[in-house]
C-alpha cells in the first residue's frame, strides 16, 4: 500500500506505469519478417507460423460452413443460452447507435449531406492462447453483423488439436461470419492486411491481441494501401476508484478478474480508506486460494499497485493522468460522480456493476483502448463498421451566391485554376 501525497513525482509516474510492453526493436523486426513471408509466400508462410506456434499437424486453413455447423453443435446448452443472452444485449445497445444520414442547405442553392456506408470487408481478430474468447467474438461480430459488411472475416489461433471452440463457431454462426480461418498471431494479421490465396485482404482489422498481434496491425496499418486498424488494443487493465462504502470482497474480485487476464495486466486501486485498502489485500489473498489461474493473476499483481489517496477528488485526478481501459466507481452515489471523468474506455458506476458484466452482456462493447490510449482514443462501437462521406449539389444560383468567397481564398491561396473552376462555370454555364 502506497500513500500518494508521500511519494516523489518520479516515484508517483514508476507507480503508475504500465507492464513494459515488449515493443524493443527485436519484436519489431520478428513482426516485419513474418509480415513480409506471408507476402511472399501466402497461404504457406501463414500455415507453416501456425503449425509452429499452435498446432503442428494443421493441414488447413480455412473452416466450411459445414465444418462451423459442426463444431457449433458440439456446444452445450447452457453455454448456448448464455451467449443468445449476451448477443440480445449488446445488439439492442449496438442498434441504437446506427448512423443517419443528414440533409443540410448550408446556402441558397447549395445542398450538403453525409452519408454512411457499411466498409466492404472487415477482419475480426479472437484472441486465443491462454483463453478462448466468444465474447469478444460478439463484441466484434454484433457490429458487423448489425453494420451489414459484406464480408465478415473471423480469424484466430486454433488449439493444439487445430480446432477453434464450438463456443466461438456457434457465435461465428449466430453472427452470420462469413470466412473463418484457424490462424492467429502477426502472420493471421498479415494475411488479412496483404491477402493470400485463401484470404482476401479486408478494409479494416479489429481486435486485441499480445505484444506480436499489436505490432503487426500497428505496421500493417503504414503500408501504402494498407488497412485500417479500430485501436492499438493491448493487456487488459482496470482501475477502481473506492472509499469505505465500498464491499472489499466485491473491489478484490473485481481487481483479480482483470489481473487473470494476463502476466502483464495492471490493476489499481485507490481509496481514501486505509481500512478498505487493508481488508481488499486481504480479500485478495482469500479469493487468491480458489482461483484456477491465480499464478497468472499473482504476476500480474506484481506491477499493480493499492494507493491511498487524500480523497476521492485527488483519486478521481489520478484517474485523468492514467487513463485506463476500465474504471470502476464504487462508493456510494457513484453515479453523480461520473462527470468528473472522461479519459476512460469504460465505466462501471456503483457497488453492483461488476467490471465482468461490460466483458460479457451488459451490453457494451469490451474492446477498448488500453495503455493510456483512453486519451485520444474511444470505444469500439458501431461507428467503426461504417465509413463516412459527403455529398454536395450546387445551383447555378447557389453557385453565384459563393463566387466571391470561393474567388477570393482561392487566390488568396495563389490557386488560380480553382478560382477558374468557379468563374467559367458562372461566364460560360447555361
Known sequence: MKQWNLLSSIEQQQLLARPAQAQSASLQQQVAAIIDAVAQNGDAAVLQYTQQFDCESLRKLRYSAEEIAEQAAKLEPSVRAAIDKAYSTIAAFHQAQKPKDITVETAPGVVCTQRFAPLDAVGLYIPGGTAVLPSTALMLGVPAQIANNPRRVLVSPPDKNGELSPALMYVAQKCGITEVYRCGGAQAIAALALGTESIAPVAKIYGPGNSYVTAAKQQVAQLPGGPAIDMPAGPSELLVIADDSANPSFVAADLLSQAEHGVDSQVILLSPSAKLL???????????????????????????ALIQTRDLAEAFAISQRYAPEHLSLQFDKADEAVEQVNLAGSVFIGHFTPESGGDYATGTNHVLPTYGFARNYSSLGLLDFYRRFTTQQVSKAGLSELADAIITLAETEGLRAHARAVSIRLEEGS
Open 278 to 304: 487493508q481488508a481488499t489485500a486481504e480479500a485478495i489473498e482469500q479469493q487468491l486460494a480458489i482461483l484456477p489461474r491465480a499464478a497468472t493473476a499473482r504476476q500480474a499483481l506484481a506491477s499493480s
